[in-house]
């Protein structure tokens, strides 16, 4: 078994046919700074190249798989410089969410712990998905002035009825046993059997993905939704969060909450009236749109819409979320647009647009697409 330097932010270990990726940045929750995502995208590249690799293992170091991208950073450079700079990160972490969707190689990502954001984005488009007792699942980007991006556009409006427009609208938490009701995990092994179930992948002689899915089943046991779990009332949820506006969602889901007094109704309330109403217009709208396109085209206009964020053209909530969530932490972010009836259509509709900026390029990744080896 050989291994790159302990200090790198990505550990790669290689074993026969499989390679292990493991995310180091275990005091910031390993969230994705543009030097890890940058590691990924070479070790993906050469493993491609690579024949003798038959599969892929991520993982994380600490209490999480992966907190998300590294956004307090990106940030933080925008506002020392042009904002270019966080497009850079942005488009380099969604041409990895692409190359990952994509790869003919089999990924196995286990998720200990949290997983968010730009944690979703390096996992749920691979092709296996490994929660424990101990995984945390969230797309919490309406609360920090963003919206759900990594390609969360094409995963969310693909579960279950109107499910996915709860998930990234709300940032709602879900345990492992939601994951895996709903489809963002395949597979629940239970913490104690994971280094019985790593030592089994170290055997795979073979990209066959039932193979290796039939590996993961020897350790897998199922796990049952908790009875007061939201996943249980998709009646509910479909028919709030099917509402055409932001304002109708609302309107219906407190009608809900006079008609019965569920935890989970007066939480998904709270969630949408502390969020940025811009983002959440912005969220709506993309998911919706996501429904109709492919993941190419939802990375593609994806990027657009964060680049329209980071240049903070009608909104600058993404930066507010920041202070607010990340840096000062006082979760007490001032929104501008202060309220859903402020924004309109127009506001929206530039934010779907290309940017007009000199020397700005569209997500480019028609090399990826033309390479159906990969």
């Excluded at 904002?83 to 972490?93: P, T």
């Excluded at 993404?318 to 924004?343: H, Q, T, Y």
């Excluded at 309109?344 to 700005?360: A, L």
Aim: aromatic share 8%.
């Amino acid at each position: 078994m050989a291994s790159n330097g302990s200090d790198d932010q990505v550990l790669i270990e290689e074993n026969q046919y499989v390679r292990t990726l493991t995310l180091n940045r275990p005091r910031q929750l390993n969230a994705l700074s543009h030097r890890m995502i940058s590691l990924l995208l070479k070790a993906f590249a050469d493993f491609k190249e690579d024949p003798t690799v038959k599969l892929v293992i991520l993982k994380g170091i600490g209490r999480a798989f992966c907190a998300g991208g590294d956004v307090a950073a990106v940030a933080h450079s925008i506002t020392e410089g042009h904002w270019g700079l966080g497009a850079a990160f942005f488009r380099d972490e969604f041409t990895l969410n692409y190359i990952m969707a994509t790869y003919r190689k089999p990924q196995v990502s286990i998720l200990t712990g949290i997983v968010m954001g730009g944690g979703a984005g390096v996992s749920i488009h691979g092709k296996f998905r490994v929660v424990t007792e101990n995984s945390v699942f969230a797309m919490p980007e309406t609360a920090l002035g963003l919206f759900p991006d990594i390609g969360a556009s094409y995963f969310l409006s693909r579960l279950p009825g109107f499910f996915g427009e709860y998930v990234g609208l709300t940032g709602v938490r879900l345990d492992a046993a939601e994951m895996l009701a709903c489809g963002l995990a395949t597979h629940f092994v239970s913490s104690a059997k994971l280094p019985l179930l790593e030592e089994a992948l170290m055997k795979v002689d073979t990209t066959d993905p039932s193979v290796i899915s039939s590996i993961i089943d020897r350790f897998s046991q199922k796990v049952h939704v908790k009875a007061k779990s939201a996943y249980n009332r998709l009646d509910i949820i479909d028919r709030c969060f099917s509402k055409r506006t932001i304002e109708d969602i609302k309107s219906a889901i407190e009608l809900e909450a006079i008609k019965g007094a569920e935890e989970w109704i007066s939480a998904a309330i709270e969630s949408l009236n502390k969020a940025s109403p811009f983002s959440l217009k912005l969220s709506l709208r993309s998911i919706r749109e996501g429904r109709l396109q492919g993941i190419d085209q939802c990375l593609i206009r994806e990027f657009r819409m964060v680049c329209h964020v980071l240049k903070s053209e009608v909104s600058r909530d993404f930066f507010e979320g920041c202070r607010a969530i990340l840096v000062d932490k006082d979760k007490n972010p001032k929104w501008e647009p202060s309220k859903l009836e402020l924004i309109t259509d127009e506001m929206v509709d530039r934010y779907f647009t290309r940017v007009d900026d000199e020397g700005w390029e569209d997500l480019n990744l028609t090399s990826i697409q033309r390479n159906s080896k990969l």
